[in-house]
């Protein structure tokens, strides 16, 4: 089975500046993947950011980079430029890559973002 | 375009009533999910449907009932529900039932009273 670690329960950042919300991981997985997802207060699971674990870049998408450290199990999601539209609840998630529960999401424990003007 | 639409937005019920909350994609999908959220927790994972059959039921009491129509269609119907059922219900469609990615409508509010 899959564990994600988000030991950020809160995290405060000041507008235009970068933050790093950290996610580490352990699976016995040969072949896997990590996504992360944004969550508003209202409600909507917003797919942000995907890094497979044989992806020989670090995946970025607009702002969103992550900081893929397969020896150390971590996959930190980097939030460049914060905008007030940035706060929210932010999960790191891996999929069970077989079994019988095979595509079943693991998520984290959440990392709340609050982004202050 | 990767829209999932969730319907009602909202639903207050009570424990000895029957209702239903419906999901829907139109991405070709092949795979589509119920979570369940409560406030401040991470989503937990109740039902799958692979290609329109049940594939993955995570022990959920026989009060909540999926039902897969189409592939594009997912519903979940609700019976004698008790005031701890009250979360955030959200449905996610993937491509397949693999590592792709998962793409979550906006969920729906239920409240057992």
């Known amino acids: 089975a899959q564990k994600i670690t988000q030991t950020q329960p809160g995290m405060f950042v000041q507008e235009k500046e970068a933050v790093t919300l950290d996610c580490t991981y352990d699976?016995?997985?040969?072949?896997?993947?990590l996504f992360w997802y944004k969550q508003p207060s209202s409600g909507e699971m917003i797919f942000l950011i995907y890094q497979g674990s044989y992806d020989e870049q670090n995946a970025t998408e607009g702002r969103y980079s992550l900081n893929f450290q397969k020896a150390r199990k971590s996959a930190n999601l980097v939030i460049s430029a914060s905008q007030l539209g940035d706060s929210a609840m932010y999960f790191c998630?891996?999929?069970?890559?077989?079994?019988?529960?095979?595509?079943?999401?693991?998520f984290g424990q959440g990392t709340i973002l609050t982004v202050h003007p | 375009d990767t829209e999932v639409t969730q319907t009602p937005k909202h639903l207050v019920m009570g424990m000895t009533n029957k209702k239903s909350l419906k999901c829907e994609q139109h991405?070709?999908?092949?795979?589509m999910y119920w979570y369940k959220q409560k406030a401040k927790k991470p989503p937990e994972l109740m039902f799958v449907?692979?290609?329109?059959?049940?594939?993955i039921n995570e022990s959920v009491p026989s009060r909540f009932s999926p039902e897969c129509p189409n592939s594009s269609l997912l519903n979940l119907h609700l019976h004698a529900l008790q005031p701890e059922d009250s979360a955030l219900y959200l449905c996610?469609?993937?491509?397949?039932?693999?590592?792709?990615?998962?793409?979550f409508g906006p969920g729906t509010r239920l409240t057992v009273l």
């Open positions: 998630a891996m999929p069970d890559a077989g079994g019988t529960s095979y595509g079943k999401l693991t």
């Open positions: 996610a469609s993937s491509q397949d039932q693999t590592l792709d990615t998962q793409y």
């Open positions: 699976t016995s997985d040969q072949s896997y993947g």
């Open positions: 449907y692979s290609y329109e059959k049940l594939s």
């Open positions: 991405m070709g999908h092949r795979a």
